[in-house]
């Protein structure tokens, strides 16, 4: 996405490009939507265990596998949901510090990105271990 402004130039205004960070952008869109699915998926966790089954105390523990609770199967999408928020959210905000640090540290620059991948790696292993 790309906007114009007016840059004053030797005595002249000349119009020029300004190129906003896309990434940046969608990658905080993004973790702002799935953090607000995950609150939406919690208060409904909390609604099934409270009103709609609530000899489900919780006392134990919630159970995954809920036969006539619903309870279960929104706390099992919030095992899923809430690393990903968080790791998108990391994502824009390393993202936001990869621009200036491409201009001032060649070096630092590769460790953000290194920093970027391992936090999908990690976010993988995560997946793999709740399957």
Not at 90 to 102: E, G, K, Q, S
Request: charged fraction near 10%.
């Amino acid at each position: 996405m790309t906007s114009s402004c007016w840059q004053l130039l030797s005595g002249h205004w000349k119009r020029v490009q300004r190129r906003c960070n896309n990434r940046l952008n969608t990658a905080l869109l993004w973790s702002w939507i799935v953090l607000t699915l995950d609150q939406v998926n919690l208060m409904l966790m909390l609604a099934s265990y409270q009103w709609i089954c609530p000899e489900s105390n919780c006392i134990n523990g919630p159970e995954l596998i809920t036969h006539h609770c619903p309870g279960g199967f929104f706390l099992g999408v919030m095992l899923h949901i809430q690393p990903l928020g968080s790791s998108l959210f990391v994502v824009a905000t390393i993202n936001r510090f990869i621009n200036v640090y491409n201009v001032l540290s060649q070096s630092r620059a590769r460790l953000l990105k290194a920093g970027t991948i391992s936090v999908f790696v990690m976010l993988g292993f995560r997946w793999m271990s709740l399957l």
